[in-house]
Nanobody, 121 residues
Framework: QVQLVESGGGLVQAGGSLRLSCAAS????????MAWFRQAPGKEREFVAA?????LYAESVKGRFTISRDNAKKTVYLQMNSLKPEDTAVYFC?????????????????WGQGTQVTVSS
């Protein structure tokens, strides 16, 4: 079983920045595709970004968010700049146990518990 622990969420004003971190327990972290999803109240969980040997972003965050990973630290990051109120959601770290890109909830093998990001106007 792989455990994912998110951190870095909080309250920020529109236009501000936050960096989320997700630490993984697996020894084979470098072989996993890592991703971030988010879920706002009353909405379905949606894809935000993923990284394997390449990166992929949802159109809504492209140019503002950057996903990266540090395999030595077994950690994936999500740098969020130019935040908007519509970015407010619980952000979930996710892992797929292969290097195949993940873009949907059904492709995720492990989930973190989530961290709240609130962007005020």
């Amino acid at each position: 079983q792989v455990q994912l622990v998110e951190s870095g969420g909080g309250l920020v004003q529109a236009g501000g920045s936050l960096r989320l971190s997700c630490a993984a327990s697996t020894l084979t972290f470098s072989r996993y595709t890592m991703a971030w999803f988010r879920q706002a109240p009353g909405k379905e969980r949606e894809f935000v970004a993923a990284v394997s040997w390449r990166t992929l972003y949802a159109e809504s965050v492209k140019g503002r968010f950057t996903i990266s990973r540090d395999n030595a630290k077994k950690t994936v990051y999500l740098q969020m700049n130019s935040l908007k109120p519509e970015d407010t959601a619980v952000y979930f770290c996710a892992a797929r146990t292969s290097l195949e890109m993940v873009i949907s909830v059904s492709e995720v093998d492990y989930w973190g518990q989530g961290t709240q990001v609130t962007v005020s106007s």
